[in-house]
T-cell receptor
Framework: DAGVIQSPRHEVTEMGQEVTLRCKPI?????LFWYRQTMMRGLELLIY????????DSGMPEDRFSAKMPNASFSTLKIQPSEPRDSAVYFC???????????????FGDGTRLSIL | SQQGEEDPQALSIQEGENATMNCSYK?????LQWYRQNSGRGLVHLIL?????REKHSGRLRVTLDTSKKSSSLLITASRAADTASYFC????????????FGKGTRLSVIA
């Protein structure tokens, strides 16, 4: 099992540029979550998908953030335009909604460390 | 919003000692989960305890849950340097399909 794969691992870009973060969930998992982690705010849920459909995007901070899941094996989180306050580590996680229990353990990727200059 | 809060924020112990971390939460839960995060890595699930359970074990890990006090503890026995990491609790809600909410974690340092 390859685990959740995120790319890139590090991204440094200038303010105003578009940033695209990518995630490949574990095969067969039907939930996908995007989180942002900072020292000040901890781990924040941005958006999550069920069977490729966005369920709750109330954690997306601004319209500059958007997420898509075109198929079961790929998701993107896009920031356009980026700002220095978007600097954080962004995690993708997936889980398997089995046994009728929504909150199964989540499997996290190793994150993308984003720095906006 | 409901959130688990870990205590202490940071903990430093000698190798071989036991480490205890606590988590308090605000409203009723269906289950509570503990995760570990090594520096520069993603979170790794350690253990899940349901609201009708009081204690669970997994190797050197022991988790307790007291729903009357809305608190949980994670005990790591005979700690090793490799246990150095941040530990997070995550809670859900019993009604509806709501996602986990994570606390800010306890940073554990185990000194060899």
């Amino acid at each position: 099992d390859a685990g959740v794969i995120q790319s890139p691992r590090h991204e440094v870009t200038e303010m105003g540029q578009e940033v695209t973060l990518r995630c490949k969930p574990i095969s067969g998992h039907d939930y996908l979550f995007w989180y942002r982690q900072t020292m000040m705010r901890g781990l924040e849920l941005l958006i999550y998908f069920n069977n490729n459909v966005p369920i709750d995007d109330s954690g997306m901070p601004e319209d500059r953030f958007s997420a898509k899941m075109p198929n079961a094996s790929f998701s993107t989180l896009k920031i356009q335009p980026s700002e220095p306050r978007d600097s954080a580590v962004y995690f993708c996680a997936s889980s398997d909604f089995s046994e009728g229990d929504f909150n199964q353990p989540q499997h996290f990727g190793d994150g993308t460390r984003l720095s906006i200059l | 919003s409901q959130q688990g809060e870990e205590d202490p924020q940071a903990l430093s112990i000698q190798e071989g000692e036991n480490a205890t971390m606590n988590c308090s939460y605000k409203t009723s839960i269906n289950n509570l989960q503990w995760y570990r995060q090594n520096s520069g890595r993603g979170l790794v699930h350690l253990i899940l305890i349901r609201s009708n359970e009081r204690e669970k074990h997994s190797g050197r890990l022991r988790v307790t849950l007291d729903t009357s006090k809305k608190s949980s503890s994670l005990l790591i026995t005979a700690s090793r340097a490799a246990d150095t990491a941040s530990y997070f609790c995550a809670t859900d809600r019993p009604s509806g399909n709501t996602p986990l909410v994570f606390g800010k974690g306890t940073r554990l340092s185990v000194i060899a």
